[in-house]
């Protein structure tokens, strides 16, 4: 297969760690809101998957950019924007959110940080929801400050994230809660650390505004995490497949709402507040979601998948695959699929063409077991 690059330029920025991770072994690229976010580096897929479930690994994830949205009714506008019910929220805490529009499409699922009551991050995945928050605070006359800060994160990930966090910001850092923040210093630099991060395997993610300190600690990581055998990553296609850790624009997008996705517990349809497309989620809630993610199970050693596969029951389609993986630990292709309705029973056998060779599917439940 002919390798083709990806020309830069101002609009797909680089990122403040570009210049290292291309030092440490980077061997491709994804573009994620309009910036380079590292996709692989040296090394097989299995042999970086095992490493992230048993060592640590520095991410650079800065692409996983921030909508701040600071102002008197700063709340209000966030909670328009989400199903999920921030009444109770708390300083300090991270929240996911499933973002929609008027008709209950997915926008958008960032984690959601309150900073202050009158001050929230808006830490996003693959889509320009700045634009979306713009829209709304203009056409609802909100008296708020809508920004992109300067924010890059890097994200340390695995289980010896720990001890790594430990050894540099000592043991306060290890008593945040799932989802909690709070800024912890690095040689003058102050740095919001969340709890967090785009794997399962444990760890957190490091907001950083002070680029100066923020580059001395990326390089401080690598220097004392020699024991802990850390390594340069990225998040991990393997791993996040059989988290079910879902990807925006991969695994579902705007034509998609939050009931068909597998986001109930983020849905609140009972409570008092008000958000965009809550009529419509009722009105899917009452009527039945006619699609649904499932797992699907495919008794194959390796897939290659860019684009979605359709799948079928008596050659008649029933859904698609939108994501899908060769899993070490369960031997064999593991993938998520948009399944329709009726066919969505655990169990259920499907068709998939590929490369012209049909092959069985069975669908399961995500995350995967």
Not at 321 to 332: G, I, M, Q
Not at 351 to 358: G, L, Q
């Amino acid at each position: 297969m002919k390798l083709i690059s990806i020309a830069r330029a101002k609009r797909l920025r680089s990122t403040p760690y570009t210049s290292r991770i291309e030092k440490q072994g980077l061997t491709s690229y994804t573009t994620y809101n309009h910036m380079l976010l590292p996709a692989g580096f040296e090394g097989t897929l299995e042999e970086t998957y095992y490493h992230l479930k048993e060592h640590v690994q520095v991410w650079d994830v800065a692409a996983e950019r921030q909508v701040e949205i600071s102002g008197e009714d700063a709340a209000e506008l966030v909670q328009l924007m989400t199903c999920r019910d921030l009444s109770k929220s708390k300083d300090g805490r991270c929240y996911y959110c499933p973002i929609i529009d008027d008709n209950a499409g997915l926008i958008n699922d960032p984690i959601v940080l309150r900073i202050n009551k009158d001050k929230w991050w808006l830490s996003i995945a693959d889509s320009d929801v700045i634009l979306f928050a713009k829209g709304l605070a203009i056409g609802k006359n909100y008296r708020v400050n809508i920004t992109e800060p300067n924010v890059d994160i890097m994200a340390v990930q695995g289980p010896k994230s720990f001890a790594l966090m430990e050894k540099v910001f000592g043991k306060e850092i290890t008593d945040l809660k799932f989802f909690g923040f709070d800024y912890f210093e690095f040689r003058g630099g102050k740095h919001l650390i969340a709890r967090s991060g785009w794997s399962k395997q444990g760890g957190y993610e490091i907001y950083v505004e002070d680029t100066k300190s923020g580059l001395e600690l990326y390089d401080y990581l690598f220097e004392i995490g020699k024991e802990f055998n850390v390594k340069p990553g990225c998040p991990h296609l393997i791993e996040r497949i059989e988290s079910a850790l879902l990807s925006y624009g991969n695994d579902f997008d705007l034509n998609d709402n939050p009931l068909e996705c597998g986001f109930d517990k983020y849905v609140n349809l009972d409570s008092d507040i008000e958000f965009l497309g809550k009529q419509k989620l009722i009105e899917i809630q009452n009527d039945g979601i006619s699609k649904k993610l499932m797992g699907v199970k495919i008794d194959l050693d390796q897939i290659s998948l860019s684009q979605a596969i359709e799948v079928s029951i008596d050659s008649k389609r029933v859904g698609e695959l939108r994501s899908a993986v060769y899993s070490p630990t369960f031997n064999h292709v593991i993938a998520i699929g948009m399944i329709d309705k009726p066919h969505f029973e655990v169990g259920t056998k499907i068709d998939i063409i590929i490369d012209n060779v049909t092959h069985t599917g069975t669908l399961c439940n995500i995350p995967f077991v």
